[in-house]
């Protein structure tokens, strides 16, 4: 059997397994252990638990449970309904103000949290029935919540970008830097289709009942921009060289917990308990990702497959922006089965040669590659958004919701085209704050 041919009996092993609903990280060590021993024997598994903690060993991971319990604190607030309650009293007279003022605080929240799905539950809870007590569709409203929240992913600080930057071996600062731009391009093309949609459907005099007075409109203010104010000091801790993304991690978890407590009085001890349950919940369950996906990685070099994949690609000695659609085309399929950090940790090692040798910088793919992963999110049948909100909604199917997601999804589409006819989108900002 050819590697090549070992590496397709891998991949629709993987799709089963994965498919039978059992954890990812087991589910990639069982799929890893078994091809070790079937094809190199019992002897591969003396190197398995060394490659499995090694791959642990890396100081930069440290900043993931940090970045994920400064979310669980913001989302475990009122944080995210005050964002979209104070957006919507800025933004009440624009045509389809409410699901723009949603998609917004969508954006910023995700800058707190770093969540796709806390994004979308914080948001949704206030923004969705509020948004259909108004007089707003159904699709429209759910579909904008579902994509809103996949930005998390995108704006830094975010998890995926870390794990993209470990997987890489990139710069995880500058690939923060990179996610900046394409986030607010992103963020503006949802907003241009809702104000576009809204006005086509006639809901634009919806939100122009009701007329705040400037009082009214800075009284929520004093409550989000403590929250800003840390992200923007983590972000420059670590873009001023005063701290590592660790450090800066490690210092935004702490304030965001103490802003949780002075901002939104959450006292109580059990409360709090809960916040970093959580954080060390998910925590342990993406770091066991980590470590199981580069047990498979190990297997999948062992076999000689990741190189075989590079090697026939190479071979195929086609225009490099048709090599790009084929991959873009892959990693879409893949996100409709498999969450970003599977995608992430078991693609990076075999794409990363590729998008080298064929001229496209790491940086810049990293921002396309998150993109795709935020259209998985909303994609069935694993599109994790989707089910989010159908739980918040549970009287929208979800068929509906999906309708309304799609428009955004060829936003998505759109933005990763700009990016490649303007990639410094993505690569400036890194270039003039970090060098190159």
């Given amino acids: 059997m050819t590697p090549l041919q070992t590496g397709l009996l891998i991949c629709m092993a993987t799709l089963l397994v994965l498919g039978t609903g059992i954890p990812i990280a087991f589910g990639l060590g069982i799929v890893a252990v078994v091809f070790l021993i079937v094809f190199d024997g019992f002897n591969s598994m003396n190197f398995l638990a060394e490659t499995l903690f090694s791959g642990l060993n890396d100081f930069t991971l440290v900043s993931i449970p940090m970045f994920v319990i400064m979310g669980a604190a913001v989302a475990s607030s009122r944080a995210g309904s005050d964002l979209y309650e104070a957006l919507a009293r800025w933004m009440h007279k624009v045509p389809g103000s409410l699901?723009?003022?949603?998609?917004?605080?969508?954006?910023?929240?995700?800058?707190?949290?770093?969540?796709?799905?806390?994004?979308?539950?914080?948001?949704?809870?206030?923004?969705?029935?509020?948004?259909?007590?108004?007089?707003?569709?159904?699709?429209?409203?759910?579909?904008?919540?579902?994509?809103g929240g996949t930005l998390g992913i995108l704006i830094p600080p975010s998890v995926t970008l870390i794990l993209y930057g470990i997987a890489s071996e990139t710069s995880i600062g500058k690939l923060f830097l990179a996610g900046v731009i394409p986030g607010l391009l992103l963020t503006g093309l949802f907003m241009a289709w809702a104000l576009f949609i809204s006005w086509k459907r006639g809901e634009k005099l919806v939100d122009a009942e009701r007329v705040y007075s400037l009082a009214e409109k800075l009284e929520l203010l004093p409550r989000v921009l403590p929250f800003l104010v840390v992200i923007a000091g983590v972000v420059y801790a670590l873009y001023g060289g005063i701290a590592t993304p660790s450090e800066a991690a490690g210092v935004g978890a702490l304030l965001c917990l103490l802003m949780v407590v002075v901002v939104y009085r959450v006292w109580d001890p059990v409360k709090l308990w809960d916040i970093l349950r959580d954080g060390m919940r998910e925590s342990g369950m993406l770091l066991m990702i980590i470590g199981t996906s580069i047990l498979f990685g190990y297997m999948m070099s062992s076999l000689y497959i990741t190189q075989s994949i590079a090697e026939w690609i190479a071979a195929l000695d086609i225009n490099k922006w048709v090599l790009m659609l084929f991959v873009n085309l892959l990693l879409l399929v893949a996100g409709c089965f498999l969450p970003p950090a599977a995608i992430i940790l078991m693609t990076t090692p075999i794409l990363a040669p590729i998008i080298a040798n064929a001229g496209f910088d790491p940086i810049w793919f990293g921002i396309i590659l998150t993109i795709n992963m935020e259209m998985g999110l909303i994609t069935p049948p694993v599109g994790l958004n989707l089910f989010v909100i159908n739980g918040i909604a549970p009287d929208v199917k979800l068929p509906v919701i999906l309708k309304g997601a799609l428009p955004f999804m060829a936003c998505m589409a759109l933005a990763i085209l700009i990016l490649c006819f303007f990639p410094g989108l993505a690569t400036w900002l890194p270039e003039v704050l970090m060098g190159t």
């Fill in 99 to 147: 699901v723009i003022s949603n998609i917004g605080a969508c954006a910023l929240f995700a800058a707190l949290t770093g969540s796709s799905p806390a994004t979308c539950a914080a948001i949704g809870k206030m923004g969705i029935p509020e948004m259909r007590k108004r007089g707003y569709a159904a699709d429209l409203a759910t579909g904008a919540i579902a994509a």
